[in-house]
């Protein structure tokens, strides 16, 4: 067995997000529990914000990927002589079109 210790990384945006949205289930199942309304209320919106903020994160780093993607594509393109240039991005188009 590993020696590692498992923690939480809470620098990591997606994981803070997923622990606010799991303790706001756990204070939404506990006002349900307790009959609390004003519990249930705070378990919702925490479990809300939760998954806006996880999806905002998830958004985040798709923009990062596309951007070093694109990045990367220019650079190939930019090696290229005009002709051949042309003729990728032809192919590119022609390919996203069907």
């Known amino acids: 067995m590993a020696d590692r210790e498992r923690i939480l990384d809470l620098e990591n945006d997606e994981t803070a997000a997923l622990a606010v949205g799991a303790g706001g289930l756990l204070a939404l199942a506990s006002g349900v529990i307790l009959g609390s309304r004003a519990l249930r209320l705070v378990g919702l919106a925490a479990a809300v914000a939760g998954g806006c903020l996880y999806a905002r ?3 985040a780093r798709r923009s990062e990927k596309i951007d070093t993607a694109e990045t990367n594509v220019r ?24």
Do not use: F, H, M
């Open 75 to 98: 650079a190939e393109l930019d090696d290229l002589d005009p002709v051949a240039r042309a003729q990728v991005l032809a192919n590119i188009a022609r390919s996203g079109l069907s």
């Open 57 to 59: 994160a998830k958004l």
